[in-house]
Nanobody, 115 residues
Framework: QVQLVESGGGLVQAGGSLRLSCAAS????????MGWYRQAPGKQRDWVAL???????TYADSVKGRFTISRDNAKNTVYLQMTSLEPEDTAVYYC?????????WGQGTQVTVSS
Protein backbone atom coordinates (compact mmCIF):
# COMPACT_ATOMS: atom_id res chain seq x y z
CA GLN A 1 0.00 0.00 0.00
CA VAL A 2 0.95 3.61 -0.55
CA GLN A 3 0.21 6.52 1.75
CA LEU A 4 0.44 10.22 0.96
CA VAL A 5 0.63 12.60 3.89
CA GLU A 6 0.31 16.34 3.36
CA SER A 7 1.46 19.05 5.72
CA GLY A 8 1.97 22.79 5.75
CA GLY A 9 -1.55 24.14 5.43
CA GLY A 10 -2.91 26.89 7.62
CA LEU A 11 -4.28 30.40 7.84
CA VAL A 12 -2.48 33.25 6.10
CA GLN A 13 -3.29 36.81 5.13
CA ALA A 14 -3.70 37.82 1.52
CA GLY A 15 -0.33 38.41 -0.07
CA GLY A 16 1.34 35.89 2.20
CA SER A 17 3.04 32.60 1.48
CA LEU A 18 2.74 28.96 2.49
CA ARG A 19 4.65 25.83 1.60
CA LEU A 20 2.87 22.52 1.34
CA SER A 21 4.63 19.17 1.52
CA CYS A 22 3.46 15.70 0.61
CA ALA A 23 5.46 12.61 1.49
CA ALA A 24 4.77 9.26 -0.10
CA SER A 25 5.49 6.10 1.86
CA UNK A 26 4.80 2.39 1.66
CA UNK A 27 5.38 0.06 -1.26
CA UNK A 28 6.93 2.53 -3.69
CA UNK A 29 8.62 0.76 -6.55
CA UNK A 30 8.14 3.36 -9.23
CA UNK A 31 7.12 6.92 -8.34
CA UNK A 32 5.80 8.76 -11.34
CA UNK A 33 4.20 12.15 -11.67
CA MET A 34 3.13 14.00 -8.53
CA GLY A 35 0.81 16.92 -8.25
CA TRP A 36 -1.61 19.07 -6.32
CA TYR A 37 -5.34 19.63 -6.61
CA ARG A 38 -7.63 21.83 -4.57
CA GLN A 39 -11.29 21.92 -3.68
CA ALA A 40 -13.07 24.99 -2.42
CA PRO A 41 -16.37 24.67 -0.51
CA GLY A 42 -19.22 23.83 -2.86
CA LYS A 43 -16.93 23.48 -5.87
CA GLN A 44 -15.34 20.63 -7.79
CA ARG A 45 -11.78 19.50 -7.22
CA ASP A 46 -9.48 21.37 -9.60
CA TRP A 47 -5.97 20.61 -10.76
CA VAL A 48 -3.33 23.09 -9.56
CA ALA A 49 0.11 21.83 -10.58
CA LEU A 50 1.94 18.73 -11.74
CA UNK A 51 5.56 17.67 -11.86
CA UNK A 52 6.67 14.63 -13.81
CA UNK A 53 9.29 12.12 -12.76
CA UNK A 54 11.91 14.11 -14.66
CA UNK A 55 11.13 17.28 -12.75
CA UNK A 56 9.24 19.22 -15.42
CA UNK A 57 6.38 21.28 -13.95
CA THR A 58 3.07 22.45 -15.36
CA TYR A 59 0.58 24.82 -13.75
CA ALA A 60 -3.02 25.86 -13.93
CA ASP A 61 -3.38 29.38 -15.32
CA SER A 62 -4.87 30.58 -12.04
CA VAL A 63 -1.63 29.91 -10.14
CA LYS A 64 1.01 30.39 -12.80
CA GLY A 65 3.68 32.81 -11.63
CA ARG A 66 2.61 32.52 -7.98
CA PHE A 67 2.99 28.83 -7.14
CA THR A 68 6.04 26.62 -7.63
CA ILE A 69 5.96 22.83 -7.54
CA SER A 70 9.10 20.81 -6.86
CA ARG A 71 10.04 17.32 -5.76
CA ASP A 72 12.75 15.48 -3.89
CA ASN A 73 12.94 11.97 -5.33
CA ALA A 74 15.27 10.78 -2.57
CA LYS A 75 12.55 11.61 -0.04
CA ASN A 76 9.55 10.69 -2.25
CA THR A 77 8.22 14.15 -1.47
CA VAL A 78 6.54 16.85 -3.50
CA TYR A 79 6.28 20.48 -2.46
CA LEU A 80 4.07 23.39 -3.40
CA GLN A 81 5.45 26.83 -2.64
CA MET A 82 2.58 29.31 -2.72
CA THR A 83 3.20 33.05 -2.83
CA SER A 84 1.04 36.13 -3.32
CA LEU A 85 -1.88 34.17 -1.92
CA GLU A 86 -5.38 35.43 -2.57
CA PRO A 87 -8.66 34.69 -0.79
CA GLU A 88 -9.67 32.76 -3.92
CA ASP A 89 -6.89 30.28 -3.13
CA THR A 90 -8.78 29.15 -0.03
CA ALA A 91 -9.43 25.42 -0.37
CA VAL A 92 -8.48 21.97 0.80
CA TYR A 93 -5.32 21.04 -1.07
CA TYR A 94 -4.85 17.41 -2.05
CA CYS A 95 -1.66 15.69 -3.08
CA UNK A 96 -1.80 13.19 -5.92
CA UNK A 97 0.86 10.71 -6.99
CA UNK A 98 1.21 7.95 -9.54
CA UNK A 99 2.96 4.93 -8.08
CA UNK A 100 3.55 1.88 -10.25
CA UNK A 101 0.96 3.24 -12.70
CA UNK A 102 -1.75 3.64 -10.03
CA UNK A 103 -3.07 6.93 -8.69
CA UNK A 104 -3.16 7.78 -5.00
CA TRP A 105 -4.58 10.70 -3.05
CA GLY A 106 -3.60 12.29 0.21
CA GLN A 107 -6.10 13.21 2.89
CA GLY A 108 -5.94 16.93 2.18
CA THR A 109 -4.73 19.98 4.04
CA GLN A 110 -6.71 23.18 4.57
CA VAL A 111 -5.39 26.47 3.26
CA THR A 112 -7.31 29.58 4.29
CA VAL A 113 -6.40 33.02 2.97
CA SER A 114 -7.97 35.96 4.77
CA SER A 115 -8.56 39.31 3.10
Amino acid sequence: QVQLVESGGGLVQAGGSLRLSCAASGSIFRLGAMGWYRQAPGKQRDWVALINSGGSPTYADSVKGRFTISRDNAKNTVYLQMTSLEPEDTAVYYCYAIVSLRGYWGQGTQVTVSS
